[in-house]
């Protein structure tokens, strides 16, 4: 079975400062796909940035990028010039080309942007 | 163009009561997940559904749950008998396609048994 780990339950970083979440996780597909999603305290799910496997470039969303090892299972996301409206909590979240399209989430890291 | 909506977006049932919880996808989306977040975890799947059929209903608890999403009208998940443990936040996605696109998320559902 699949599995998602984000072994960082909380985060801080300064305003204007770059930060990086970690996110690995564990399959045996070779196609699937990965997303970072932020849940502010609204607790609505926004989609912050999806990776697809098969392309060995990263992605990038303006400030949001991340660095996506394959052989080794990993997805971070990093965030640069951190504004306060970034603080929330981030969820990595896989799901494979073979299933049903459902979402396999991470734990989560709560992240707190310092003034 | 309307987002995913839900709701209601508070419920509060007795243990012993049933819930209903509606959710329309975006429009043009013909795939339906719902996930279910309990406090300080993260989502976990529930059920996929497509128009009139449950596509994979692997994390629903065997008993009590059901969901269904009708040819015409919203997506229900329905919780008869509610326990303490079924409070949590209930959040809905829709998609326009299967695997590997976009789910956007409705703003979910709180459900607080007492």
């Known amino acids: 079975a699949q599995t998602v780990t984000q072994s960082q339950p909380e985060m801080s970083v300064q305003e204007a400062e770059t930060v990086t979440l970690s996110c690995t996780y564990d399959t045996s597909e070779s196609d699937y796909y990965l997303f970072w999603y932020k849940q502010p305290p609204s607790r609505q799910m926004i989609l912050v940035i999806r990776q697809e496997a098969y392309k060995q470039q990263n992605a990038t969303e303006n400030r949001f990028s991340v660095n996506f090892q394959k052989a080794a299972k990993s997805f971070s996301l990093k965030i640069s010039d951190s504004q306060l409206g970034d603080a929330a909590m981030y969820f990595c979240a896989y799901t494979g080309s073979g299933n049903t399209g459902k979402l396999i989430f991470g734990q989560g890291t709560t992240l707190q942007v310092k003034p | 163009n309307a987002g995913v909506m839900q709701n209601p977006r508070h419920l509060v049932r007795r243990r012993g009561q049933e819930a209903r919880l509606r959710c329309s996808p975006m429009k043009g989306h013909s795939h339906v997940y719902w996930y279910r977040q309990l406090p300080e975890e993260g989502l976990k799947f529930m059920v996929y559904l497509q128009k009139e059929n449950i596509i994979d209903e692997s994390g629903m608890p065997k008993e009590r749950f059901s969901a269904e999403f009708p040819k015409e009208g919203p997506s229900i998940l329905r919780i008869q008998q509610v326990v303490r443990g079924d409070s949590a936040a209930y959040f809905c996605?829709?998609?326009?396609?299967?695997?590997?696109?976009?789910?956007?998320f409705g703003p979910g559902t709180r459900l607080t048994v007492t």
């Open positions: 996605a829709s998609s326009s396609i299967r695997a590997g696109y976009e789910q956007y």
